[in-house]
Every structure is written in C-alpha cells, then in structure tokens.
Nanobody, 124 residues
Framework: QVQLVESGGGSVQSGGSLRLSCAAS????????MGWIRQAPGKEHEEVAA???????SYAASVKGRFTIARDHDKNTLYLQMNSLKPEDTAMYYC?????????WGVGTDFEFRGQGTQVTVSS
C-alpha cells in the first residue's frame, strides 16, 4: 500500500517561503516519478512540479523560478521549496507518485497515488 504523507503547509505573507515535505512509505526508487499537485477552492487541480527517477524536473509556468522540487532517497522524502509566494499560490498541496515510468510526462503526468494534502495560505 503506497502511502504519501505531506507536511510543512501553513500561513505566510506574500513574498515569504515555505518548504513542503512528503514522506513515502516505499523506497522512492520504486516510483517512476513523483510530483506536487495543488487545488484551490473552485479551481481545477494544477500539477506544479514533477521529478523523474533520473532526477529530471519540470514545473508549471506559474511557479517556474520560484518553486524547486527535490528528493532525499535516504529519507524517502520528497520536498517542494516555495519562494516568493503569492496569494494565488493559496491551495491544498498534494504529493503524488506514479510507479510506471512509461506514464511519466513531467507536470502532465496522471499520477496514480496521492497523499491527503497540506494547506498553504498566502496573504497579501
């Protein structure tokens, strides 16, 4: 059973930073790719960042240059460093994983597994 547990969300003022963490129940090398998805109330979900097993990363245009995805294999943990936060970044952020590398398409991936989410609120 794949389990992904997010942490690190919270409230921050515009221009601030947060780092989200995602603890995975399995070795991260078991996954073809992992990523972060966000969803704001009344809006469609948006994949904001993804990382493949070879370490290649991709980002949504809305966060590129401000967010950084990274992973620590020793800790089985995925991270999302978020800098220069804006009110429009306010959303529930979900960690996601896909085991089949053939289904990994960067931020276009239809991830099979998702965590319960952590709330990020950015005030102006």
């Amino acid at each position: 059973q794949v389990q992904l547990v997010e942490s690190g969300g919270g409230s921050v003022q515009s221009g601030g930073s947060l780092r989200l963490s995602c603890a995975a129940s399995e070795y991260m090398s078991n996954y073809g790719c992992m990523g972060w998805i966000r969803q704001a109330p009344g809006k469609e979900h948006e994949e904001v960042a993804a990382i493949d097993n070879d370490g290649s990363t991709s980002y949504a245009a809305s966060v590129k240059g401000r967010f950084t995805i990274a992973r620590d294999h020793d800790k089985n943990t995925l991270y999302l460093q978020m800098n220069s936060l804006k009110p429009e970044d306010t959303a529930m952020y979900y960690c996601a994983a896909e085991k089949n590398p053939l289904r990994c398409w960067g931020v276009g991936t239809d991830f099979e597994f998702r965590g319960q989410g952590t709330q990020v609120t950015v005030s102006s």
